[in-house]
């Protein structure tokens, strides 16, 4: 099949690695799946008249609202994939609502990433309860084995500081405002510094020279990086919020703060009991293992396409 997959392309966020993902299970199956960026699009009569130059056979779409609405009335048979705030937060404006009901009435089927996320769509339209499938996650690391920690280190002006700990912040900068106002902080917060995106490979590898992982997030989501520490041997430290919640037993797998107090007070547990370390991560890697195995995706989807047949 010759498919196509709509999602918000944006380099090294979310969505974009979902995509490649999700590209690379269609490409193992043999089909041809191209992937779009959502942003590059306005209306629903682009992507037709690129489906019918393109020749695509079906189209697959990352959140029912972003990539989704460009599939509104589509002639070709597709698919959606929940992204997280089409759920959480496009639902809340009427106009959106209308159009993502409208989109999943017509899509094949949809995938959640969680139950819960399924809950929360099948409250919103519960015709469509039946086609919406749980799929975690699939997590695989390739940490690259060339990767410059110290080049890195370099480039966050490391070496003028305290040698002791130190926190990275790093990824791209989506939103301007936010990202100025964090600058500000850090500027004034001595061993905090800021980090531009590397890619995914050399991403991994700074992270398995990490202490721990750090998910100070007050927006729910499901964080592919805390299951990416997880499989890399690397404890997290975790907000107590619902989407980290949901993939870390506090104490068993990770542990999960409310305040900085507690954060302060947690990693200092961590850095002090190599043995409780050890053993989060033994389960944190089993959990992965077990509940985002990146073969059971891969099957999953491959079977999900011959739907759109
Ligand atoms: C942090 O956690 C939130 C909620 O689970 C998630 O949306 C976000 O992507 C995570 N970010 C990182 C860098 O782990």
Known sequence: MRLLLLACLRAQTG??????????????????????DAFMYESPTEIANLASADKFDAALAIHLYKGGRLLQGSRIPFGIIFGGTDVNEDTKCEEKHRVMGAVLGEARFAVAFTVKMKELAAAEWPDARKKIHVQAQGIKTTPSETFDWYRFLQNADWHRRDPSVHLGIIGPAVDPLFTSEVKEKVKRAPGVHLLQEVPQDDLHAAMKRCFAVVNSSISEGMSAAILEAMDLDIPVLARNILGNAAIIKHKETGLLFSDPQEFVVLSESLMNDPIMEREIV?????????????????KAYQNLVLRLQ
């Open 282 to 298: 033994t389960r944190a890697k089993d959990y992965v293992k077990k509940h985002h195995s990146w073969e059971s995706e891969r």
């Open 15 to 36: 969505n974009a690695t979902t995509a490649a993902r999700i590209q690379n299970h269609l490409h193992a199956a043999g089909h041809i799946c191209v992937l779009k």
